[in-house]
C-alpha cells in the first residue's frame, strides 16, 4: 500500500483542491475534500469539476491499490443535489477487475451522509509497477524500454 499513499501524495492538483486520501486498500479507497470559497461556481454552489475531481482521485486510489498502473479510459459523473455541511467525502469501491479492466463506483457525500454524486468509472490496467518517482517537471514517467 505505500507506492498507492506515495502516488496520491505526489497528485498535485488534488493538494491544490484540498483532497485527501483517507483510506486504501485492495479495491477501495476513501477521500475527503473541505469545502472551500474558490470551490464555488457563480451561483455559489459547489461546482461540478471539484465534486468530480475528489471522485476521479478515489476512483485512481482504488484501481491503483494492486501495486499495478491503472489509467482510466472511461468515467462519468450523476450530480444528484447540492452539498450540505463543510466536505465532501468519496468511497470508491472496485465492482470488478480483471488482468487488463477494473470498474468502479464511487459515492460521493457530504457531512449529513447526503449523497451528492455517483461516479462510475472503468480503467485500463497496465501490467507495470506504479511508478516509485516522478520527474520533478511534472512530464509523466517514461516506462522502461
Same mark, same amino acid.
Not at 471539484?50 to 499495478?68: E, M, Q
Not at 470488478?96 to 455517483?118: K, M, P, W, Y
Given at each position: 500500500?505505500?507506492?498507492?499513499?506515495?502516488?496520491?501524495?505526489?497528485?498535485?492538483?488534488?493538494?491544490?483542491?484540498?483532497?485527501?486520501? *483517507?483510506?486504501?486498500?485492495?479495491?477501495?479507497?476513501?477521500?475527503?475534500?473541505?469545502?472551500?470559497?474558490?470551490?464555488?461556481?457563480?451561483?455559489?454552489?459547489?461546482?461540478?469539476?471539484?465534486?468530480?475531481?475528489?471522485?476521479?482521485?478515489?476512483?485512481?486510489?482504488?484501481?491503483?491499490?494492486?501495486?499495478?498502473?491503472?489509467?482510466?479510459?472511461? *468515467?462519468?459523473?450523476?450530480?444528484?443535489?447540492?452539498?450540505?455541511?463543510?466536505?465532501?467525502?468519496?468511497?470508491?469501491?472496485?465492482?470488478?477487475?480483471?488482468?487488463?479492466?477494473?470498474?468502479?463506483?464511487?459515492?460521493?457525500?457530504?457531512?449529513?451522509?447526503?449523497?451528492?454524486?455517483?461516479?462510475?468509472?472503468?480503467?485500463?490496467?497496465?501490467?507495470?509497477?506504479?511508478?516509485?518517482?516522478?520527474?520533478?517537471?511534472?512530464?509523466?514517467?517514461?516506462?522502461?524500454?
Amino acid at each position: 500500500m505505500h507506492a498507492i499513499t506515495d502516488l496520491m501524495e505526489r497528485d498535485l492538483f488534488a493538494k491544490h483542491l484540498g483532497i485527501s486520501l *483517507v483510506e486504501v486498500r485492495p479495491g477501495y479507497a476513501k477521500a475527503t475534500m473541505q469545502i472551500r470559497r474558490e470551490h464555488l461556481n457563480g451561483f455559489r454552489m459547489m461546482h461540478g469539476g471539484a465534486i468530480f475531481a475528489l471522485a476521479d482521485f478515489a476512483f485512481a486510489a482504488a484501481v491503483n491499490s494492486h501495486g499495478t498502473l491503472a489509467v482510466a479510459i472511461s *468515467v462519468s459523473i450523476s450530480y444528484l443535489r447540492p452539498p450540505a455541511g463543510a466536505a465532501l467525502h468519496a468511497e470508491a469501491s472496485e465492482i470488478h477487475r480483471s488482468r487488463t479492466l477494473a470498474s468502479c463506483t464511487v459515492r460521493v457525500t457530504d457531512d449529513e451522509q447526503h449523497l451528492v454524486g455517483i461516479f462510475q468509472g472503468v480503467a485500463y490496467r497496465k501490467a507495470e509497477p506504479i511508478p516509485t518517482a516522478c520527474p520533478e517537471d511534472g512530464a509523466p514517467p517514461k516506462p522502461d524500454a
